[in-house]
Every structure is written in C-alpha cells, then in structure tokens.
C-alpha cells in the first residue's frame, strides 16, 4: 500500500478531527514516522496493523527482553474476559495474517479450536498467541528501556522527537528520532496509601505467580480487592489450601462480591458511538460516570463466582480448610511487625461504624493500576495537554500534544473515553484510529457507529430537546 495525502472525505465524516498539517519525515533524513514505546498488546496490536502498511517507518521499543502479557498473573485456567475476536486484529481487519485463527492454522490447532467450541481464549495462549506474532514483526526492538525524549526544533523544517535511552543487557545508549509517539506503557500496580510504610512487604497480585510458593507456607493468607484478579488468587489458593494448610481471608472495601456486568446492551458501551457520546460529556460528568461504572470492569465474571461459591461449599461440607470472606471493610492501616513476620491490617466497617485488626502471617493485595505518567517525558511536558488533575488531557483521536497530531497514547483515557479505555475488544478501533492519524489515510475501516440502542438524545423530530430548567 503507497501512501498518499489524508483523504479528505475520511476527516470530514469523523467527529473532532482535525485536519493535518504534519508531513512525513524525508525517506534518508534518519527520522522515523514514528516510535511506539511500549510492547504490551495495544502497541503489539498497532505493530501488526502497521506492518503491511508500505512505506510507513515506525519502530517500536520495549524494555523487556521478551512479551510476556502479565506473567504475575498467569494462573492456570485463567481466560481472557473477551471472545477470541479481540485478538490483535480482526476487528480491524478480518483478514490480516496475524489473526487468532491464522496462528491457529499456522500452529495446526484450527481443528481443535472448532472442537473446543470455547471462545474465552485462556490466557496462557493469548501470551503464546502474541508471541508467535512477535516473531513475524521486523519492527520491534526488545530490551531498549526509553530514559527520555525531547523535541528537536529543525531550521526550516519540522521539528521531530529525540528518544533515547539504554540497551538493558549492554547499558549502552541508543538515540532514535521520528516525527511522532505513541506511548503505551501500560498502568502501574497501586497499593493503598495506608500500606506505604509496609510498602517492601506486601505482595500486589501483579507478582502473584513468582510469589506464590513464599506465600502458601505463611500459615494464615489475606487476600485483599474484589475484582477479577482476586477472585483469581482467592480461588487458585483456595484450591491449593487443603495441601498447605493455610487460614485463608477475603476482604473487601465493596459492599458484595459483585459480578461483572456482560449483558449484551451493556457490552454495546464498548463502543465508538459511546466514545463520542462520554466524549463530549463535561469533565465533571464524565467523572461522575466512571465513579458509578464499577460494575462494568472490576467486578469478577459471573462463572468465576460460581465456581467458587461451589468450592467453598464443598470444603465446608468437608469440614475441611474453610475460608473466610468479609465484604464492606476498608483498609485503613497496614502494619507489618518484623519480629513476629505478621501484618497487622486494620479496617474499617463503615455500615456498623466500626474499625477492626485481623492479623495475617501473608497478605496479597489485588488493588488494581493506576496511570503511569513515565518520567521519560519529562523533557517534553510542555508540549503536551494536562488537565487539573495531573493527567493527559486527550483529544478524540488519541493524541496529548497540544497540535493533537504529534503524540499519541494507549490505554490513557479512561477519563476521555471512558471504559472503553483497557478493553483489549477496542484495541483495533483505537488504532485504526491512530494509524489514520499517523499517515494520512483511513487504512482499516473505523466504524462510526455499531450499537443499537441511542446514547445521546436522539437527533430527530421526534425528540424535542430544551435546556434544563433551573430547579
Ligand atoms: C491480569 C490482567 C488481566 C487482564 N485481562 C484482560 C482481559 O481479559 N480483557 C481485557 O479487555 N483487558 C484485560 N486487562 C486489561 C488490559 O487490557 C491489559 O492490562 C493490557 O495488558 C494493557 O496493555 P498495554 O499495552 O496498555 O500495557 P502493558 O501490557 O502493561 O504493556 C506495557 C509495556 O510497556 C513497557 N514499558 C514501560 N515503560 C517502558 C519504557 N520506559 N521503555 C520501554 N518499554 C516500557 C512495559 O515493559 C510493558 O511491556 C487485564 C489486565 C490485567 C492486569
């Protein structure tokens, strides 16, 4: 495919985009298109959308030496939370040569897959499936930790982005330069603030795996959160528990174990019409929604649920290892005693109005991520929009920079559009949407518009609209 100019009627038929005023770097003038820096599954997903894009010079930098998609949480049996259509294509492009079901193929597992009939991928083979992708793509540089980035202003000309950093291995230094960024770094594990002076003790279940064994001698575990990663650990040490004869807790600051909502009107929020609807919300309201929208992606899948409220059944009936499961409790002081090897956590049942301690020999907090702002953008945080609370403030296309052409982000706008932000189901839509930006032309059809339910006031004459009345 030969590039050429941005197709005008491709800009014009998408809300908020603006048209471009960047031109591509000159072919010999050693600046890339652009660097992706990062190699989780959205930058792996842009990487294959890119690859057969002729002409377009993009390089992409991770820091690790290898993919491996959450390797502290690959429990055994674990799926993904979506059907196999979410891979690193199809929903872009049904036909591209890195989809789920050409690794299927290519690896002679097509026929079992259809026998199978199970389209929850399990997460094992999500890793080995990106990985086998990974090995077809020429532009990945693994083991190149990006340290900083500036804007180099070029007489005459556009300027471009200077990223450099070190090789892990050798330490030795690299420069690379582009014209523009797509930065997905990812989120970063998050304790609760009260466990910072126990900080080097806790667990967060982003090292479940590789601290496993270390906690299942402890004769007592708590575990702490109540999403799916929590379920995960509670039922994965709860199977284990009759062999190491552990105590196991389950706290939570929720007022139940609550699943989460898959139903399919729901789903349709994953969705570019409720993109532009959350959008287009005011700051302050789309704030509201997300602090409502729990259900929609932190709860724990509904069969998980199950399966555990089985196990505990069983066990009890057994008499054997029971378990103990505490919902409404907040943490509020973790203390680890080093003489003893105990944490003391302390919490508070706001329903009663009451503050207990429970003492536990392990404690494995599944407390979720939080944005990673990575210090390597120090050098160009003027060029990039903020809102007030310290975050990227995101154009609709998924750019930062103050032109909205020049930098663009993964996975960094749950606040701009909404839940759609993690969800590895809209990884195509946002880089079609990207790559659109990047050279000019809409090479994978986006779609405008798939739900079929309205989420803004309908725009016809049977839906009269006025200002809200002043109360
Ligand atoms: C356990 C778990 C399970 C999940 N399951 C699902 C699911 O089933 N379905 C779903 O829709 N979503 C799921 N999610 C949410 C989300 O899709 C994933 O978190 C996804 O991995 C996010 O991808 P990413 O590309 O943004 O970041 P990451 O996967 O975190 O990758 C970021 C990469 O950037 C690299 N990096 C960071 N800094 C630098 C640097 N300075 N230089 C070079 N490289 C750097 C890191 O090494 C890392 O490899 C899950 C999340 C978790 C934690």
């Known amino acids: 495919m030969v590039l050429s100019g941005p197709s005008e009627s491709s800009i014009m038929s998408t809300p908020n985009v603006k048209p471009k005023t960047h031109s591509r770097p000159a072919p010999g003038s050693g600046v890339l298109d652009f660097i992706a820096i990062g190699l989780g599954p959205f930058n792996l997903s842009l990487a294959c959308l890119a690859e057969p894009i002729r002409d377009l010079r993009g390089l992409f930098l991770e820091r690790n030496e290898d993919f491996d998609w959450h390797p502290g949480m690959l429990i055994d049996d674990t799926t993904l939370q979506n059907p196999f259509l979410a891979d690193l294509v199809s929903l872009a492009d ?12 290519q690896e002679g597992k097509l026929y079992a897959y259809y026998i199978r009939e199970r389209f ?52 030795a230094p690299f420069v690379h330069r582009a014209a523009r960024l797509v930065i997905g770094v990812g989120s970063v594990p998050q304790l609760p603030s009260c466990c910072e002076e126990a900080r080097e003790h806790c667990i967060h279940s982003a090292h479940y795996v590789a601290r496993k064994r270390e906690l299942q001698k402890k004769r007592s575990i708590a575990v702490i959160g109540s999403g799916q990663s929590a379920a995960e650990i509670f039922y994965d040490l709860l199977k284990e528990s009759d062999e190491h004869d552990y105590a196991l807790t389950w706290i939570t600051r929720s007022p139940r174990f609550f699943q989460m909502e898959n139903t399919k009107l729901t789903l349709e929020m994953i969705s570019p019409d409720y993109i532009d609807y959350f959008y287009n919300l005011p700051d302050s309201v789309r704030e509201g929604i997300i602090a409502r929208q729990d259900s929609l992606y932190k709860g724990v899948n509904a069969s998980l649920i199950n399966q555990i409220y089985d196990l505990l059944d069983d066990r009890r009936s057994r008499a054997s290892h029971p378990a103990r499961l505490i919902t409404n409790s907040e943490l509020t002081g973790c203390h680890y005693d080093s003489n003893e090897a105990r944490f003391q956590l302390r919490f508070v049942q706001r329903d009663e109005g009451v503050q207990y301690t429970h003492a536990t020999d392990g404690a494995i907090f599944a407390t979720g991520y939080g944005q990673n702002v990575p210090g390597f953008i120090d050098g160009i945080r003027e060029r990039i929009r903020w809102d007030d609370k310290g975050r990227y403030r995101l154009s609709r296309n998924y750019a930062i920079d103050v032109n909205e052409c020049d930098i663009f982000v993964q996975n960094a706008g749950l606040y701009s559009h909404g839940l759609t932000n993690p969800d590895l189901g809209m990884s195509c839509y946002r880089n079609s949407c990207i790559l659109r930006e990047l050279t000019g032309v809409e090479h994978y059809k986006i779609e405008r518009r798939i739900a079929l339910q309205d989420f803004s006031v309908p725009d016809t004459d049977a839906f009269v609209k006025a200002p809200l009345e002043t109360q």
């Open 94 to 105: 049904p036909k591209s040569p890195f989809s789920f079901l050409n690794y299927c193929k």
């Open 120 to 171: 929850y991928l399990s997460r094992a083979e999500y890793n080995r499936y990106c990985k086998w992708a990974i090995r077809q793509l020429s532009s990945i540089a693994f083991g190149s930790l990006v340290e900083s980035v500036e804007y180099v202003e070029c007489d005459g000309g556009e300027g471009h982005y200077a990223v450099r950093g070190r090789h892990v291995r050798t330490g």
